[in-house]
């Protein structure tokens, strides 16, 4: 592996941390490198919080080294003050004589500025090392600024016999389908994304809480389509304790806290109507865990990014059927007794 290689691959690994943290900002990994050795590491945590630059670099004891050292960054460093200052200015405060760069950060406010201002104070810079790597660790963060979208993650899970779900339910609470353990790995992904959507006939089958429980971290915000305003008051979406958006047709309730109501015109390219939505909320993931009608609603206006799909070894016989979704490329892992199939839309 070449030298640069093995420095944003570090980067890359230390960014990682931030999964499902740092929204709406991207995650970054910073190393700083004297002479073959790594004399300092950082990585952003949180929105509002210092960016990976300024952990690394304050995390350099004998801060005389950086003005013979090198600064790796998996992502541009920024160039403008938003709730921290630019973080270029602070390299060139420390006179770090290169900066090596993984991708350039596709935010307005950043777009080759930062590189620009490095260049000018005569820092030595190169761009482009792991450049798909990097792409694919912020693949959020630049399907927002690009596609000006969320990225879309459609999930479910599905019976031996292709159903995801019963013709009779005896209770208001899922049919588990897969095992513990496919379970606990969707509560890890809601900590990892900005938001959760379902469909009305889900929250009255199920009255589910959308919220992380066999997982730590944070809460993801819940959307909602209500499109006649079906779901009752005493649902867990309505209990004002996490961020809600509802989407109806028509609607005249009062916003709450938590608890916000918005209109769509659900005849008209209601998937695109949603992710407009979400856009202008700043959101920028989703996993969309159902039912069949809003799954088949995005796949239909080929709005995804990813299917996640769980396959466990129940036979319904019948009841609801799993969306259908033409072949695409797909990996395929085992989770206990369960299998996950991962398709990815490059389109």
């Not at 592996?1 to 900002?25: D, F, S, V, W």
């Not at 379902?198 to 429980?213: M, S």
Request: net charge positive; with cysteine; charged share 25%.
């Amino acid at each position: 592996m070449k030298i640069h290689e093995k420095y944003i691959q570090r980067c890359i690994q230390l960014a990682k941390n931030g999964l499902g943290t740092t929204y709406p900002n991207p995650m970054v990994g910073s190393v700083i490198v004297y002479e073959g050795r790594i004399i300092g590491e950082g990585w952003h945590k949180k929105a509002g919080e210092p960016h990976a630059e300024v952990n690394a670099i304050n995390s350099v004891k004998d801060k005389s080294l950086l003005k013979k050292a090198t600064i790796y960054v998996s992502l541009e460093p920024c160039s403008h003050f938003g709730k921290t200052p630019p973080c270029s200015d602070l390299i060139v405060k420390n006179a770090i004589s290169q900066v090596v760069i993984g991708t350039v950060d596709p935010n307005v406010k950043v777009a080759g500025n930062g590189i620009k201002k490095l260049i000018e104070a005569g820092i030595k810079v190169t761009v482009g090392i792991l450049e798909n790597e990097c792409h694919e660790l912020n693949k959020r963060f630049f399907t927002f600024h690009q596609k000006k979208r969320p990225y879309l993650i459609l999930k479910w899970a599905e019976s031996q016999d292709g159903f995801i779900s019963p013709k009779v339910k005896s209770e208001q609470k899922p049919v588990w389908i897969t095992n513990a353990y496919s379970r606990q790995v969707v509560h890890k992904w809601r900590s990892e994304e900005q938001a959760i959507l379902v469909g009305t006939q889900t929250v009255i089958d199920d009255n589910p809480k959308l919220t992380v429980r066999d997982w730590t971290g944070n809460n993801p915000i819940r959307i909602v389509l209500d499109q006649n305003s079906r779901i009752a008051k005493k649902s867990h979406v309505h209990d004002n304790q996490l961020k809600t958006i509802v989407l109806s047709k028509a609607t005249t309730t009062i916003n709450q806290e938590n608890l916000i109501f918005e209109s769509i015109d659900f005849e008209k390219k209601m998937a695109n109507q949603v992710i407009d939505l979400m856009y202008r909320y700043q959101i920028q993931s989703v996993i969309i865990e159902g039912g069949r009608q809003t799954l088949q609603t995005f796949i239909d206006a080929n709005l995804w990014d990813e299917v996640r799909v769980f396959k466990g070894n129940a036979l319904l016989r019948e009841g609801t059927k799993a969306p259908e979704l033409l072949a695409y490329s797909s990996e395929k892992r085992a989770i206990g007794q369960d299998e996950l199939i991962i398709s990815r839309n490059y389109d």
